[in-house]
C-alpha cells in the first residue's frame, strides 16, 4: 500500500499550471487576474520608489548638516563683563578646546567667532552669517571644502589679496548662493557691514570693509549656500570686536548619529559653565517630521498592496466557478480537499509572485536612474518641479536599500498569500456531486 503523496506535489504544480495557461473561452485566467497582476506591480514600484527617496532624502538631509556644520556647539552661559554687557564669548577658548579634543570619539574642536553683517557689491545686497574660522579647520570641513563642487583656491583663504585698491584685502570663502545673489565670481571684492562695529566717543558706528572672495563653495543645502561665508578666525575677532575671545566651539565626532553618547562627556570636558546644542537637537523636528511622514507613507501604500492583493480573490473566485465541473472530476477521481486547496492557493499566489517580482525590477530601476528620470519629467513639466528654497536640497536623492526591497516583498507576498487562501478553500470544499448535478 503505498502512502499519500506529499503537499504540493508535482501533479498539483501541472494541474495549477495547465489552469494558468488556459485560455478565457476555456474558463482560464480571467482580465480580473491581469488586472490583479499590474496592481500587485504597480503597487510593490510605488512602495519600493518610496521607500527609496526617502531613505535617499533622510541620507541627503543628514549628510548636508553634518557635513557642513558641527556636531555639537559648546558655548559659554551667558555673563556681564566689565563694561556691563551680558556676554557669552569664551575668554579661554584654546585651554577649553584642548580638554574636549582629549575626550575618546571627538575628531575636531575648532573655535568660533559668529556674527551677522550685510554684503554689497555692485549695488547688490545680500545678508550673510560669517563664520570665523582657521584656514585649517575650513579645509577639514568635508561639504565646504570639496573641490568638486567648489570654484576657488582654498589656500588663498585668509591671505591678503595685495591688490592695488585694496592692499591689505583678505581672502574670504562664500556660499554658492551668496555669490550668486551679490553676482560675484572668485576674485571678485565685496564690502561687509556690521551695524557693531567702531566703537568711538559718540557711540557705535557701522563698520564697513572690503574682503576678497577667495573661495565659493556649495554645501548641498539651499540655506546654507544662500546665508553662509567665512572669514579668517583672526580677521573675525577683530571685525566683530571679539579680540581674544571665540563665540563657541564647533565640535565634529566620529559617528555623529550616536551624536547624544558624547555629548556628556564634551559637556563635563568643557567646564561647569558650559553648554552643549547637538546637531539632533538643532534639526530635531525635521528629523522627527521625516520618521513620521515615513511612517505614514508607508502605511497608506501597504493599503495600496492590499488593495492590488484583494484583487487575487475576485479573479481566483471567478476562476474557481469556471472550474466547478473539473473540481468535481479531480474529486471523484480522488483528489482530496487539501489537494484542491493547493491546486487554487498556486494559482493565486503564482500572480502575487510574478506582480512582486516585477514591480521590484520596476522600483530598483527608478531608484538607479533617478535621476535622468527627474530631469525628464522637469524638461517636459517646463522646469521648476524642484525648488531648493522650499526643500532645503537641490534634487530628488533616492538610496535603494536592501532592507526596504525585502520589506516590500515580504508585504505582497504576505498578503498575496493570506488573500489567496480563503477562494482555495471555497474551492476545496465544493461538493462534486452538486459541481456534477447538472452535468
Not at 499590474?38 to 557635513?67: K, M, N, P, Q, Y
Not at 584656514?135 to 568638486?148: G, N, S, V
Not at 559617528?255 to 561647569?272: H, L, S, T
Request: aromatic content about 10%.
Amino acid at each position: 500500500m503505498t502512502g499519500s503523496p506529499p503537499p504540493f506535489a508535482p501533479y498539483e504544480w501541472m494541474i495549477a499550471w495547465r489552469y494558468l495557461r488556459a485560455r478565457r473561452a476555456e474558463g482560464g485566467v480571467s482580465v480580473m487576474t491581469w488586472i490583479s497582476l499590474v496592481g500587485i506591480t504597480l503597487a510593490v514600484f510605488a512602495l519600493i520608489a518610496t521607500l527609496a527617496v526617502r531613505s535617499g532624502f533622510r541620507t541627503e538631509f543628514v549628510d548636508t548638516i553634518v557635513g557642513a556644520n558641527a556636531h555639537v556647539t559648546v558655548f559659554h552661559s551667558q555673563r556681564v563683563n566689565e563694561a556691563g554687557h551680558t556676554v557669552r564669548t569664551i575668554a579661554d577658548y584654546d585651554a577649553m578646546a584642548e580638554r574636549v579634543r582629549a575626550v575618546p570619539g571627538v575628531s575636531r574642536v575648532t573655535p568660533l567667532v559668529k556674527g551677522q553683517v550685510m554684503a554689497t557689491a555692485g549695488g547688490r545686497n545680500s545678508g550673510v552669517e560669517v563664520f570665523g574660522i582657521t584656514p585649517e579647520a575650513l579645509a577639514e570641513i568635508p561639504r565646504i571644502a570639496d573641490p568638486e563642487t567648489s570654484r576657488g583656491d582654498l589656500s588663498a583663504f585668509g591671505r591678503p589679496a595685495g591688490t592695488a585698491d585694496a592692499p591689505e584685502t583678505v581672502g574670504i570663502a562664500l556660499g554658492s548662493g551668496v555669490a550668486r545673489e551679490l553676482g560675484v565670481e572668485v576674485g571678485d571684492s565685496v564690502r561687509l557691514i556690521s551695524p557693531d562695529g567702531v566703537r568711538t566717543a559718540f557711540g557705535v558706528s557701522p563698520r564697513v570693509k572690503a574682503y576678497d572672495v577667495a573661495y565659493i563653495f556649495t554645501a548641498g543645502r539651499y540655506d546654507i549656500d544662500r546665508t553662509r561665508a567665512y572669514m579668517p578666525f583672526d580677521e573675525a575677532q577683530l571685525y566683530f570686536n571679539r579680540e581674544g575671545v571665540a563665540d563657541e566651539l564647533e565640535v565634529t565626532v566620529e559617528d555623529p548619529e550616536a551624536v547624544d553618547r558624547y555629548a556628556p562627556a564634551i559637556a563635563q570636558a568643557a567646564g561647569q559653565n558650559a553648554f552643549t546644542w547637538t546637531w539632533q537637537e538643532s534639526s530635531g523636528g525635521f528629523l522627527r517630521a521625516l520618521e513620521i511622514e515615513d511612517n505614514v507613507m508607508f502605511v497608506i501604500l501597504s493599503v495600496l498592496v492590499l488593495i492590488a492583493a484583494m484583487n487575487i480573490v475576485s479573479g481566483l473566485i471567478m476562476l474557481v466557478k469556471n472550474k466547478g465541473r473539473d473540481i468535481g472530476i479531480l474529486r471523484t477521481m480522488g483528489l482530496t480537499e487539501g489537494a484542491v486547496l493547493r491546486v487554487f492557493f498556486i494559482c493565486g499566489s503564482f500572480t502575487g509572485i510574478i506582480g512582486t517580482a516585477a514591480g521590484v525590477v520596476l522600483g530598483c530601476l527608478f531608484a538607479i536612474y533617478i535621476d535622468p528620470i527627474f530631469a525628464t519629467v522637469n524638461w517636459l513639466s517646463g522646469g521648476g518641479v524642484w525648488d531648493p528654497a522650499i526643500r532645503g536640497i537641490y534634487a530628488l536623492p533616492a538610496e535603494l536599500q536592501l532592507r526596504d526591497v525585502l520589506s516590500a516583498v515580504a508585504l505582497s507576498l504576505g498578503l498575496s498569500f493570506v488573500v489567496t487562501i480563503f477562494p482555495a478553500r471555497r474551492a476545496a470544499r465544493l461538493n462534486p456531486v452538486e459541481a456534477l448535478r447538472y452535468e
